[in-house]
């Protein structure tokens, strides 16, 4: 009898999953930290080392690359029609990715600089383009689990154009493409980049929302 117990094995428990919209808002709550070291630092970015204690009573420790914080901008030429407007898209080799890529302009926010002015100067710097109307859209985290860099992307609209002003290690091909045309890429995996995939498919749930 011990023996045919002993063969059998427990079936594992379900998890219990609640069925209901997660509430948002209310107090941040954060890890203690015990410390942190700087263990890699270069002009975009540093890595640290933390010990923490996370808001659940658990120590761990984290290596966290810490970033000032990115914007991306998905700037909209609607004078000629405001269903099917052309987005300004760029089209530059990434060497962490091994390939070219298809994305918004965007670019990292400076030291002190507010986020929408660095909105901005990226644009213009980038693309040349220069708009008349900007509003927030949303602000995510692309990859949380070893990455604090938040990204905030903007919707600018008013477009007018002027000269580019890159970054000597840039090389940039600009594009404007139709809106429609953007979501046939999507769907054809020809955008692989998030925070265009991000910023592109929020707005096209926008737009098809009743106001």
């Not at 933390?50 to 810490?66: C, F, L, T």
């Not at 030429?77 to 052309?86: E, I, M, Y």
């Not at 002015?117 to 949303?138: D, H, I, Q, S």
Request: proline share 6%.
């Amino acid at each position: 009898m011990a023996n045919k117990k002993a063969g059998k094995t427990a079936k594992p428990r379900a998890a219990r999953v609640k069925k209901k919209a997660p509430k948002t808002g209310g107090p941040m709550v954060t890890a203690s930290v015990l410390s942190s070291e700087t263990v890699f630092k270069c002009p975009l970015f540093r890595v640290q080392h933390d010990k923490i204690v996370e808001p659940g009573g658990r120590q761990n420790e984290r290596d966290v690359i810490r970033h000032n914080g990115s914007v991306v901008i998905l700037a909209l030429d609607n004078s000629k029609s405001k269903k099917d407007p052309w987005v300004v898209m760029e089209r530059q080799y990434r060497h962490a990715a091994n390939q070219f890529l298809w994305e918004l302009p965007a670019g990292k926010i400076d030291e002190g600089e507010e986020p929408l002015a660095a909105a901005k100067r990226e644009l213009a710097e980038e693309t040349g383009y220069r708009a008349k109307r900007w509003r927030p859209l949303v602000e995510y985290y692309s990859s949380p689990g070893f990455l604090g860099e938040a990204m905030k992307v903007f919707l600018a609209e008013g477009l007018r154009a002027g000269d580019a002003r890159p970054e000597d290690d840039e090389a940039i091909e600009l594009r404007l493409v139709r809106f429609s045309d953007v979501l046939k890429m999507i769907d054809k995996g020809a955008i692989q980049d998030g925070k265009t995939l991000t910023s592109v498919l929020l707005y096209a749930r926008m737009k098809e929302e009743p106001r």
